[in-house]
């Protein structure tokens, strides 16, 4: 990941730390904004039916509470000319027995009241209860909980903007090391790497024969090397990925076989190339590409025993798209297996002793940073067949 990508990472994780703390501070502010109104209004009415009943126990021999209206057969109180839709008659079928009570609320002329209708032996009273302060208690404290609200979240936002700074600069300061070393690794290796390299050119000129062939592949291996170093020197000091090119695949492919022929060879498995004699040209970076060919190659070389075979498959399945496959005879793996190989570090039970390792995860990365898919598929003791599918530099 270059410099600028981890960046615009961390930031993304202090921000998304940010919010959440501030979700999380909202939501108990909301709670708790929400058991104080509903503790409320149960108190508002809890009060409202016990002046009720007391109003309708005192009669209307007594002046009623504020807000309060009650109707008897005998009369009204408090005096004077009642609310307008006061009473109402029919709520009297619904206590038709002495000591019969209903309470409900209901609005009469664009105000909420409580209702009590008492049959009182055999007496039926009905008394209103406004609710006008209570609603205007509730809009307070609503708009006071909105306050808070508000309040909370700023204080939320910033707290947790503090907060998600001092979690990351750990990650932070661990990436700027591991950018460091990067760096400083590949600064010093670069120059003993260039004088290899040099050597092993002249060494080249002067041999004949298979010796000759032999350092060939030592100058292309080198090279190669080479080239990782300076990619890895030019993420870690500029931060910057190359920019994708034409690359043809199947020239990489032949390379990559060629460079693993002598180790095949001593192993006594035979490595070959299947393919027409066409381009097979994808758009990608070519030290990439040639790193997860000689992954793949290393793997299969470790999990085929002697007399084995390996082939590198190259195809085109559509106008899109170029395939490469590597088969081997192998020692294969369960059909269970197929996606948790490409897990960082995953453990495994077969090949040459190896249990943990990153090869694959990285190919994978590679691959899908490439726009690509990479799949396996294989049998315990029948083989495994990587395949590995990119987009074509010039699709039809």
């Known amino acids: 990941m270059s410099s600028d990508s981890e960046e615009r990472a ?8 940010t919010a959440q703390i501030a979700v999380v501070v909202s939501l108990l502010v909301a709670v708790a904004g929400a058991i104080a109104y509903g503790m409320l209004l149960s108190g508002q009415h809890a009060d409202a039916d016990r002046t009720l009943a007391r109003t309708i126990q005192l009669g209307p021999s007594t002046t009623p509470p504020g807000c309060v209206w009650l109707f008897t057969p005998a009369g009204h109180a408090p005096a004077g000319p009642p609310r307008a839709g006061m009473p109402l008659p029919a709520l009297d079928a619904m206590v038709p027995s002495p000591g019969d009570v209903h309470t409900e609320r209901r609005s009469i002329g664009g105000m909420t009241y409580t209702i009590r209708v008492e049959n009182h032996g055999g007496v039926v009273s009905q008394a209103f209860f406004e609710e006008l302060y209570q609603i205007q208690d509730r809009s307070s404290l609503v708009f006071g909980l909105g306050v808070a609200e508000v309040l909370a979240l700023l204080a939320a936002l910033g707290c947790g903007r503090v907060l998600a700074g001092r979690a990351i600069r750990p990650l932070a300061d661990a990436l700027r090391r591991q950018r460091t070393f990067v760096a400083d690794a590949s600064h010093e290796l670069r120059a003993p790497l260039t004088r290899l390299h040099t050597r092993a050119q002249l060494l080249a000129r002067r041999a004949s024969g298979r010796d000759a062939e032999d350092l060939d592949h030592l100058v292309r291996g080198t090279r190669e090397l080479g080239e990782v170093v300076e990619d890895l020197l030019l993420s870690a000091q500029a931060g910057d990925r190359p920019e994708f090119e034409p ?23 035979r490595l070959a190339v299947t393919r027409e004699r066409r381009p097979y040209v994808v758009q990608g970076i070519p030290t990439a590409l040639r790193r997860v ?5 290393d793997n299969a070389l470790g999990h085929t025993p002697p007399g084995g075979s390996i082939e590198v498959w190259l195809g085109v399945p559509d106008d899109r798209h170029v395939e490469l496959r590597v088969r081997d005879t192998g020692v294969g793996f369960p059909a269970a297996d197929a996606d948790r190989l490409f897990e960082r570090f995953a453990r495994g039970s077969d090949g040459d002793g190896r249990r943990f390792g990153l090869g694959l995860a990285l190919v994978r990365e590679v691959v899908t940073g490439h726009g690509g898919t990479i799949a396996a598929a294989g049998r315990p003791g029948a083989g495994a067949t990587f395949t590995l599918r990119l987009l074509r530099a010039d699709p039809v």
């Open 293 to 297: 060919l000689s992954a793949l190659l």
């Open 247 to 269: 690359v043809e695949l199947g020239v990489l492919a032949e390379e990559a076989v060629a460079a693993e022929a002598v180790r095949a060879g001593e192993g006594r498995i």
């Open 10 to 17: 961390l930031r993304r994780a202090r921000w998304a730390i």
